[in-house]
């Protein structure tokens, strides 16, 4: 597999429940990164990891919301106590850092979140 | 703060016509600028990138060219297809080294 995979393609949970998805990057690329995008919106960033540093967290990213990187590899993104405002597509991309200006990044299909 | 513009926010053309999607930026220091395709319900494919130091990019159909000194990129699409049909982002590499995007033109090719 030469791209992105993200896990799973839908979800559906009741408002409250905790959420977690996962994202296996482009396996030299040792940067990833979270966005999240609502319909008719270009997606916005959420955070990103060199390796298994997270190097920055959006303001959108509140404490509800947590990611991890742990081995450098795939990639988690951990939404507790979901509310119906969260409902959006959650994308993942990859890039090799060094590369990063001179190649784009790699995005996955994506993962479906609806909050009922 | 970078905010990213694109115009227009949906566009439908016949087969076969040239056609001009807009992106303007509102901080010039980027490393570069990305073109990306959005199919419905599915994530982005890179079309284009051109770095800081270029004016434009090609590939088959598609030129895509910036001017920084502006804020502004074009792509532009030649003998557009009904497969060209998909949602276009544009999005501008931070110095902070994030992706900051545009809200995207909804493309409409019909035969």
């Known amino acids: 597999d030469t791209g992105v995979s993200q896990n799973p393609r839908h979800k559906i949970t009741k408002r409250g429940q905790n959420v977690t998805f996962r994202c296996d990057p482009i396996s030299e690329h040792n940067r990833l990164y979270w966005y999240r995008q609502t319909l008719g919106q270009g997606p916005e960033f959420l955070t990103y990891f060199q390796n298994e540093a997270q190097l920055e967290k959006s303001r959108l990213l509140s404490d509800r919301f947590s990611a991890e990187r742990p081995k450098g590899s795939f990639s988690t993104l951990e939404i507790q106590r979901t509310e119906q405002g969260d409902s959006a597509m959650y994308l993942c991309?990859?890039?090799?850092?060094?590369?990063?200006?001179?190649?784009?990044?790699?995005f996955g299909n994506g993962t479906r979140l609806t909050v009922t | 703060k970078q905010e990213v513009t694109q115009i227009p926010a949906a566009l439908s053309v016949p087969e076969g016509e040239n056609l001009v999607l807009n992106c303007s930026f509102t901080d010039s220091a980027i490393y570069n600028l990305q073109w990306f395709r959005q199919d419905p319900g599915k994530g982005l494919t890179s079309l284009l990138l051109i770095q800081s130091s270029q004016r434009e990019q090609t590939s088959g159909r598609l030129n895509a060219s910036l001017d920084k000194s502006s804020g502004r990129s074009t792509l532009y699409i030649a003998a557009s297809q009904p497969g060209d049909s998909a949602t276009y982002l544009c999005?501008?590499?931070?110095?902070?080294?994030?992706?900051?995007f545009g809200t995207g033109t909804r493309l409409q090719v019909f035969p």
């Open positions: 999005a501008g590499l931070s110095y902070t080294d994030k992706l900051i």
């Open positions: 991309a990859s890039s090799n850092a060094g590369l990063t200006y001179n190649s784009p990044l790699h």
